[in-house]
Nanobody
């Protein structure tokens, strides 16, 4: 059974930092594409950062230079380091995982999300 859990959210002042973690069980992040997404009420979920199973990362323009995605295969976790936070970064942040085993992509697995609130 696959379980995905995000943690590390909270309330922070503008300019501050947070580190989100995505912990997975029942699935191997070392052979997975992993993405961090965020969503605010009444708006579509949007991609924030991704890291491929080959280790390449990509970022949405609105977080480039501020956020860093990383993976720890030994701990089976993916982290999102968020610096220079802005009030507009306030959202629920989700982790999405797609495992590639024998060249076959698994269904997407999502965690329940973690709330990030940035005060001005």
């Amino acid at each position: 059974q696959v379980q995905v859990v995000e943690s590390g959210g909270g309330l922070v002042q503008a300019g501050g930092s947070l580190r989100l973690s995505c912990v997975a069980s029942g699935i191997s992040l070392s052979i997975s594409d992993v993405g961090w997404y965020r969503q605010v009420p009444e708006r579509q979920r949007e991609v924030v950062a991704t890291i491929s199973r080959r280790g390449s990362s990509d970022y949405a323009d609105f977080v480039k230079g501020r956020f860093t995605i990383s993976r720890d295969n030994a701990k089976n976790t993916v982290a999102l380091r968020m610096n220079s936070l802005k009030p507009e970064d306030t959202a629920v942040y989700y982790c999405e995982i797609e495992e590639y085993r024998f060249g076959i992509r698994s269904p997407s697995y999502w965690g329940p999300g973690t709330q990030v609130t940035v005060s001005s």
